[in-house]
């Protein structure tokens, strides 16, 4: 006899949460039942403030209704159609919109259905690439350590957070890792790019030494490493490891699951930091978190790369049966229309001042030991207690939303991420908030 459960629909057991503490929530469930713009409401009727977009997707806050009609539109006229030898118009129309705003280079894109996927997208192309130039010996991947890039084998192989790949022994070989940035207690409290530790970035030079270039195909690194606890990256940093790629061959990724469509205050962190990868990997604020839907940007030298050989032959053996969904397409094409008719997508860059001021408020705190930001991301990182790393942080965030309050916690870091159309009075109540939490001492 099966021993399913006779579920009710209060009956919380079958759905097996991600990174979740399933069996304490499960004892306190936090459920959201309706959303609008930059609240939530929650199944006991309380107003939760959205800290942090959702999951750092919901850049254009909830429900804006040209892109819930867009989503019921579209599927009620086309619900499906595959991408694999057939297509349908609105792909092709968004993929010039997202050119449109990609930096300059960035001139074709492949779909994809999350940013793990929009990851493991971008590490095949890149092995792919040098395969086709005839540079196959170039297998090596190199992440960072602290690195987040989604929960797939590739990854994860890339990824550098330890309690994510801990469990899966061994991963895709070939594969290096740099140092993380981040040198605690220096650059403390510091706004905006650190002033010191930009030439880190030459262990890329180390690593080419010990592996040979002809063995390395790519380095993949978020501009802002955000799920690790919002590292930002040091002066000069980005644009040495771009120099030291350009130099040996390699490819560099810039993930920008997080940073991409405005959160920095420009479309990409690539702008914004003024510096050229080869790749850039996206989702969330694509279709502004509703419909899963990921990206891949490549130049043209890639792209055109593939496009040899006999015209009936498939170029590039990969791809998804939803790549380029026509209700997630219809969802991101209402998404960039929502971003452009409202100045979204540079919109960060007007607020980060008062942002800033308001974050950096809390540095006199108890327990307080950094404060990060750029754009609108802020990081305000505990001191852990004794023997219970992590608690202090996740105390801080059972009590925020007690208070109708929203944020992240990575570690004994809080994370926020507010959706980009945050006025001041939401900044004022955000850290109103968070200073009435933190100033008793949890
Ligand atoms: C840089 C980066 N790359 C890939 C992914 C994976 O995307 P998907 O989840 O769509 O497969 C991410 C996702 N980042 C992410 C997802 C959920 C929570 C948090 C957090 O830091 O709280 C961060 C990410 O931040």
Same mark, same amino acid.
């Given at each position: ?28 469930? *936090? ?21 942090? %977009?959702?999951?750092?997707? =919901?850049? !254009? ?21 595959? %991408? ?12 010039? *919109? ?46 960072? #350590? *602290? ?42 409290? $510091?706004?905006? #790019? ?8 030459? #262990?890329?030079? *180390? ?54 469509? &405005? ?34 940007? =490549? ?93 202090? !942080?996740?105390? !801080? ?6 208070? &109708?309050?929203?944020?992240?916690? $990575? ?32």
């Amino acid at each position: 006899m099966s021993d399913r459960l006779n579920a009710t629909p209060n009956d919380l057991r079958a759905f097996w949460m991600p990174f979740t503490a399933n069996r304490q929530f499960k004892k306190e469930p *936090r459920l959201f039942v309706s959303a609008k713009d930059m609240y939530y409401t929650t199944h006991d009727g309380r107003q939760v403030l959205d800290g942090t %977009a959702g999951l750092w997707c =919901v850049n !254009a806050g909830h429900c804006r209704p040209k892109i819930t009609e867009a989503i019921r539109q579209q599927a009620g006229e086309l619900d499906y159609a595959p %991408a694999f030898q057939l297509g349908h118009p609105k792909a092709f129309e968004l993929a010039n *919109r997202l050119v449109d705003i990609a930096p300059e280079g960035m001139d074709h894109v492949l779909y994809t259905n999350s940013g793990s996927e929009s990851v493991e997208t971008a590490l095949k192309v890149a092995l792919a690439y040098h395969r086709v130039k005839g540079n196959g010996s170039r297998f090596r991947l190199i992440g960072r #350590e *602290r690195g987040y890039h989604g929960v797939n084998f590739g990854g994860i192989s890339v990824g550098g957070i330890v309690t994510n790949r801990k469990m899966f022994g061994t991963l895709l070989t070939g594969v290096d890792h740099m140092p993380h940035t981040h040198i605690p207690g220096k650059n403390a409290f $510091t706004r905006g #790019e650190p002033e010191h530790g930009g030439d880190i970035a030459t #262990e890329l030079e *180390r690593i080419v030494t010990l592996h040979d270039a002809s063995t390395i195909a790519a380095v993949i690194v978020e501009p802002i490493a955000g799920s690790t606890g919002v590292l930002i990256p040091p002066k000069g940093y980005l644009q040495k490891l771009r120099d030291i790629c350009t130099k040996h061959g390699i490819l560099l990724i810039f993930d920008e699951v997080i940073t991409g469509f &405005g959160r920095l205050g420009a479309p990409f962190a690539a702008q914004y930091y003024d510096v050229k990868p080869d790749i850039i990997t996206t989702a969330k604020g694509l279709t502004n978190g509703v419909i899963p839907m990921g990206a891949v940007f =490549v130049t043209s030298e890639i792209h055109d790369a593939f496009m040899q050989g006999p015209e009936h032959m498939i170029e590039f053996f990969h791809g998804y049966t939803y790549s380029g969904n026509p209700i997630a397409s219809a969802a991101a094409l209402a998404t960039l229309d929502t971003y452009k008719e409202e100045g979204l997508l540079t919109r960060a860059a007007e607020l980060s001042d008062y942002w800033a001021d308001a974050l950096h408020s809390l540095k006199d705190c108890p327990n307080v030991i950094d404060i990060r930001n750029t754009g609108l991301i802020g990081a305000i990182e505990l001191d852990p207690i004794a023997g219970e790393p992590t608690k202090r !942080a996740f105390t !801080a965030f059972l009590k925020a939303y007690e208070k &109708g309050l929203l944020i992240r916690t $990575t570690g004994d870091i809080i994370a926020l991420s507010p959706p980009l159309i945050i006025e001041k009075h939401h900044i004022d109540e955000l850290f109103g908030k968070l200073r009435e939490i933190l100033q008793n001492n949890i």
